[in-house]
Structures are given as structure tokens and as C-alpha cells.
């Protein structure tokens, strides 16, 4: 079992920076591949970023590419989503997910599970 609780958010003029961190806990964390989401307002839940077990491979969502980086430290069971020259349309509430089965493509909802509680981030223009 990986349980997860995010924080890092705040609120944030546009062009700003910030570091979300999730710290999950359970013996496997290093065992599972990790994601990012965000939802907005009346939208959907959307696929941010992903990273391998190892943290040799990532994924990025094409709007935030470029912008942000996702990152884990196995030894303190955490992984990290650097957010830079961010823009008032990343304002969400943002969640990461443990990912338990490869059965689609990375950036779908239903390969995640075990959601921390999320943490809001505000972009102001």
C-alpha cells in the first residue's frame, strides 16, 4: 500500500515558480512508477507529468513541457514537481497517484490510484 499527502502550493503571480513535493508512505514506494494530475474549476482531471520507478523516464503533458519537471528522491519517499514561468491556466488543485497497472498509456487516470489529497495552486495574471 502507497498512501500519498501533497504540498507546496500557494498562490502565485504568473511567471512564478513552485516546488509541489508528495511524500508518500509504504515500505514499496520505490517499487512504483509516479504521477501528477491537476484539475481545474468544471473540468476534468488531467495527466501533468509521470516518473519511473528508477526516475529514468519521464512524461510531460505537451501544455507543460518545457515549464516543469518532475523528480523523486526514493530514499526519503518523495516525489517532486518543479512548476517554473507558470501561467494563470495552471491554476488547479493538484494530486499525485501511485501508478499500479500498465495497461494503457501513462497519461491515463485509471492506471493511478492510491490519490493524495491534493494542494491548490492559484497563478494570479
Known amino acids: 500500500q502507497v498512501h500519498a499527502v501533497e504540498s507546496g502550493g500557494g498562490l502565485v503571480q504568473a511567471g512564478g515558480s513552485l516546488r509541489l513535493s508528495c511524500a508518500a508512505s509504504?515500505?514499496?514506494?520505490?517499487?512504483?512508477?509516479m504521477g501528477w494530475f491537476r484539475q481545474a474549476p468544471g473540468k476534468e482531471r488531467e495527466f501533468v507529468a509521470a516518473?519511473?520507478?528508477?526516475?529514468?523516464?519521464?512524461y510531460y503533458a505537451d501544455s507543460v513541457k518545457g515549464r516543469f519537471s518532475i523528480s523523486r528522491d526514493n530514499a526519503k519517499n518523495t516525489v517532486y514537481l518543479q512548476m517554473n514561468s507558470l501561467k494563470p491556466e495552471d491554476t488547479a488543485v493538484y494530486y499525485c497517484?501511485?501508478?499500479?497497472?500498465?495497461?494503457?498509456?501513462?497519461?491515463?487516470?485509471?492506471?493511478?490510484?492510491?490519490w493524495g489529497q491534493g494542494t491548490q495552486v492559484t497563478v494570479s495574471s
Open positions: 509504504g515500505r514499496t514506494f520505490s517499487n512504483y512508477a
Open positions: 497517484a501511485t501508478r499500479f497497472t500498465y495497461i494503457h498509456d501513462v497519461n491515463t487516470i485509471s492506471e493511478y490510484g492510491a
Open positions: 516518473i519511473s520507478w528508477s526516475a529514468v523516464m519521464t
